[in-house]
């Protein structure tokens, strides 16, 4: 099981492409949040969902085995590494989640698509994030546990 969530931090005035986010990633072994975190690990959210989203689908697809993910503007950074079993996914802190291919895209792409709800259809970083979304979704399962996005 694993859950993936992306926000905005609030007090920033009008929405924007460059806004301040958060990722937080929760499975069975543990949690990754960049919130609340000593230095602030906080990261420019829209522009780092882009840069997952780009990550992500060598790993889904099996054609790399490692991603190392660090988020724009921080040193807030998660490991996926893909074996046999399907894809751990780790923090500074170790293994948050075992969980399989499928699993990491459908959480991944549910909680960009709901982030996506939050960004200006005029913004410059708009169409890049719509981009990313777009050529992602393909990869979630359509049948099966986690389908049908």
Known sequence: MITVRFTVRPGQGDPSGFDLGDMSVA??????DS??????????????V????????????????????????T??????????????????DGVIARTTPDELASAVLGAAEALALTLPTGDP????????????RPLVSRHGPGGGH
């Open 27 to 32: 499975g069975d072994l543990g949690t990754a």
């Open 35 to 48: 919130a609340g975190r000593t230095p602030d690990r906080g990261m420019m959210i829209y522009l780092s």
């Open 50 to 73: 882009t840069q997952l989203l780009d990550s992500l689908p060598a790993l889904l697809r099996g054609s790399a085995r490692t991603l190392a993910f660090t988020g724009v503007d």
């Open 75 to 92: 040193s807030f950074g998660l490991s996926f590494r893909r074996n046999k079993d399907g894809v751990s996914v780790s923090s500074e």
């Open 125 to 136: 970083a708009a169409s890049d994030y719509a981009d990313a979304l777009a050529a992602f």
